[in-house]
């Protein structure tokens, strides 16, 4: 497509001024670039089969739109739990509500807003590490790098987040209590969730 301008109306015949069209190209660029990485995310993450998510390719995503995040491992974050509760990290649940209900990892506070979580954060020490999980961590890496960008520090995504820490077996609680499921969020993400571990009637 090819930039031009032409002149709509004659202000000698008229009285009026020149309109001058701008160029369409930024515009066609722009949605095309939209476009081109709608499509290199999908391909990206639904890699291999049709419906098809690999681990490697959602942790891709993760470092690419978020490189500024810290990412803490499951097996890091056990070994804070289980020290004295100076060190302990400040867990926060970023999922819906519902999906908090079915389980969630113990001690976690669920707030899904920015609102909610800086609502959680004022009776918070400043130094405490602040630790944000979703189902597989593209949710909470993103109320991660808002959180940063407010000025909070010592802020983690937990990498794998929920489905991650149950498929190696560590545990879950609910309304006070041991469970083993998690929710899938749909059918399509919780193919990263170990089939014995799926809420089956939430799909």
């Known amino acids: 497509m090819f930039a031009w301008k032409s002149k709509m109306w004659d202000k ?51 470092q690419r739109d978020w490189p500024e995040v810290p990412q803490m491992s499951t097996s890091e974050l056990a070994e804070r739990m289980a020290a004295s509760n100076e060190g302990a990290p400040l867990l926060i649940d970023v999922r819906l509500r519902e999906e908090y209900e079915v389980s969630h990892l113990p001690g976690a506070i669920w707030a899904e807003s920015p609102s909610q979580i800086a609502s959680v954060l004022r009776g918070a020490s400043d130094r405490q590490p602040v630790v944000l999980y979703c189902s597989v961590g593209v949710r909470s890496s993103k109320a991660a790098a808002q959180l940063m960008r407010s000025g909070r520090t010592n802020v983690f995504n937990l990498q794998g987040s929920i489905f991650e820490w149950a498929n190696e077996g560590r545990p879950l609680t609910a309304n006070g209590r041991a469970v083993h499921v998690v929710h899938p969020y749909n059918e399509r993400w919780g193919v990263l969730l170990n089939p014995q571990l799926r809420a089956h009637d939430l799909k």
Do not use: E, H, N
């Open 12 to 62: 000698r015949i008229s009285g009026f001024p020149p309109v001058q069209l701008r160029p369409a190209w930024p515009l066609v660029a722009t949605i095309g670039f939209l476009i081109g990485q709608a499509w290199i995310t999908d391909r990206m993450v639904y890699s291999g089969t049709k419906d098809s998510i690999t681990w490697s390719a959602v942790f891709t995503w993760i």
